[in-house]
C-alpha cells in the first residue's frame, strides 16, 4: 500500500488536505494524525473493519481496546450509556486535553473497537489538526498510539513513517507534538473513580475536581512484585504488554544523584572494556559527567515536560545508533515526573537499579 504524507501547519490549516483525510477515514481507511500527548492511528470507530485493520497495522494484540476520539462533548451521548456526574466535572475541567474516560458503551461501539469490553475509553484531544479532522470524517474516530505494538509511542510523524509506511493510507504531519506521553486514562463506571494509567492530567489536579480517586496498582508499580501475584490483570488492557522498548536493554538507575552517576559511570566502563556500545541519558545538569558512546540529554530536571517531550525520541534513537546497552537516570520529580517513570519503568522491563547510601 502507497502512505501518502500530507504536511498540515497548525498555524494555518489546510482545509483540502483535512477534507482528503476525513473521507478516507469515513470510507474505513486509516490515517495517522497528531494529537497533544502522540501521534495516533486513526479509524471509524464505527466499522469493525476499520478497527481490525489497525490491529492489523500495529501488530496489536486484538484484546488491547482502543481510545475513541470526539471533536466535542456532545458527541459523547451518541457513543455511551450515561455519563457520571464526576466524568462531566473532568471533561469541564480537562476537554480539550490529555484524558480518556471510560465509560459503559452503546451498542453503536462495535466489540472489535473496544477489544470486547462493555466500556468505551473517550477522549477529545486539543489539537486543532486533530479536532478538525474528526469533524471532517463525521465520525468517531478510533486512535491507538501510531507505532508497532511494543515499541516507544510516535512523538513526530518521522516515527510514524518508520513504524507504519506502507500498512496504512495517509500520514498527517504536523511536527512533533507538545506532550509526549498518552493520555491519563481514569474508569468512571465506579463508584469512586481509578486512574489505569498516569499522565499529564495528575491524581493531584483530578483530585481538586472530583475529591477521592483511587489508581491501579500498576500505576505506581516499580517492580513486577508490586503489581503483586502472578497473572494480575491491570484494569487498562495494554498496561500489561511490554512497552515502549527500545531494542538495547535499558536499566534505569534511581537514588542521590551523585551515586547515581557514579554507577552509571562505572557499568558504562565494564560494558565498554567489553566492547559494548553504551548508551547513556543524561539531563542538561549532569551530561558533562559520564562517559559512554552516545551520551543524550533529555531535558532539564527544571522542567519535567521537557523530559517527558523528548523521551521516546530518545529511546528511538538509540534504536538507529546500535547501542547494546541503555543506562539512565530516574525522573520522579513530582506528579508528573512519576507518570514519566512510569513509561520508562516499562522500557525498562523492570530493569531499575536502587543506588542506595552505602552501596556501590
Ligand atoms: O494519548 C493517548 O491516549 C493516545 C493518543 C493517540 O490519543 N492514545 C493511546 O492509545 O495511547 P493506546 O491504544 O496506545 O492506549 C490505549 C490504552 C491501552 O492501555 C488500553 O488498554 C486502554 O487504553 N483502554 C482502552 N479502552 C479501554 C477500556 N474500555 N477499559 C480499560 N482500558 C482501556
Ligand atoms: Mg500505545
Not at 41 to 65: E, F, H, M, V
Not at 224 to 232: A, P, R, S, V, W
Not at 296 to 318: N, P
Request: hydrophobic share 40%; charged share 30%.
Amino acid at each position: 500500500m502507497n502512505t501518502v504524507v500530507k504536511k498540515i501547519n497548525i498555524e494555518n490549516i489546510c482545509m483540502d488536505y483535512i477534507n482528503e483525510a476525513g473521507n478516507i477515514l469515513n470510507s474505513g481507511g486509516l490515517v495517522a494524525f497528531p494529537t497533544e500527548t502522540v501521534y495516533g492511528l486513526g479509524g471509524n470507530a464505527l466499522d469493525k473493519t476499520a478497527a481490525k485493520r489497525i490491529y492489523q497495522a500495529k501488530g496489536r494484540p486484538s484484546d488491547n481496546p482502543l481510545i475513541v476520539h470526539i471533536s466535542s462533548p456532545e458527541e459523547l451521548k451518541d457513543i455511551v450509556e450515561y455519563i457520571p456526574e464526576n466524568a462531566g466535572k473532568m471533561m469541564e475541567a480537562f476537554w480539550p486535553g490529555p484524558l480518556t474516560l471510560i465509560f459503559k458503551k452503546k451498542d453503536i461501539i462495535p466489540y472489535e473497537t473496544t477489544g470486547g469490553l462493555d466500556t468505551v475509553a473517550v477522549r477529545m484531544p486539543n489539537h486543532e489538526v486533530a479536532l478538525e479532522l474528526i469533524k471532517a470524517a463525521k465520525v468517531p474516530i478510533a486512535a491507538p498510539s501510531a507505532n508497532t505494538s511494543g515499541r516507544p509511542s510516535p512523538t513526530k510523524a518521522e516515527h510514524v513513517i518508520e513504524d507504519l509506511s506502507g500498512k496504512i493510507d495517509m500520514i498527517v504531519d504536523s511536527g512533533s507534538v507538545g506532550i509526549g506521553i498518552e493520555s491519563t486514562i481514569v474508569d468512571v463506571t465506579s463508584e469512586i473513580p481509578m486512574i489505569l494509567r498516569p499522565g499529564y492530567i495528575t491524581r493531584g489536579m483530578i483530585e481538586k475536581v472530583i475529591g477521592k480517586v483511587c489508581e491501579d496498582k500498576v500505576v505506581s508499580a516499580k517492580t513486577l512484585e508490586d503489581i503483586g501475584e502472578k497473572g494480575y490483570r491491570p484494569k487498562a488492557p495494554g498496561m500489561k504488554y511490554k512497552h515502549y522498548a527500545p531494542k538495547a536493554e535499558l536499566t534505569v538507575f534511581e537514588g542521590d544523584i551523585e551515586k547515581v552517576i557514579a554507577a552509571i559511570n562505572e557499568i558504562s566502563k565494564t560494558e565498554r572494556d567489553k566492547n559494548h556500545k553504551v548508551g547513556i541519558i543524561a539531563t542538561d545538569e549532569t551530561i558533562n559527567r559520564y562517559e559512554g558512546d552516545i551520551i543524550v540529554s533529555i531535558g532539564t530536571r527544571a522542567d519535567e515536560s521537557s523530559i517527558a517531550k523528548s523521551l521516546y525520541d530518545i529511546l528511538r534513537s538509540f534504536d538507529s545508533e546500535d547501542v547494546d546497552i541503555i543506562l539512565s537516570e530516574s525522573f520522579y520529580e513530582d506528579e508528573f515526573g512519576c507518570a514519566i517513570m512510569n513509561r520508562m519503568i516499562k522500557a525498562a522491563g523492570y530493569r531499575i537499579v536502587k543506588v542506595g547510601k552505602d552501596e556501590i
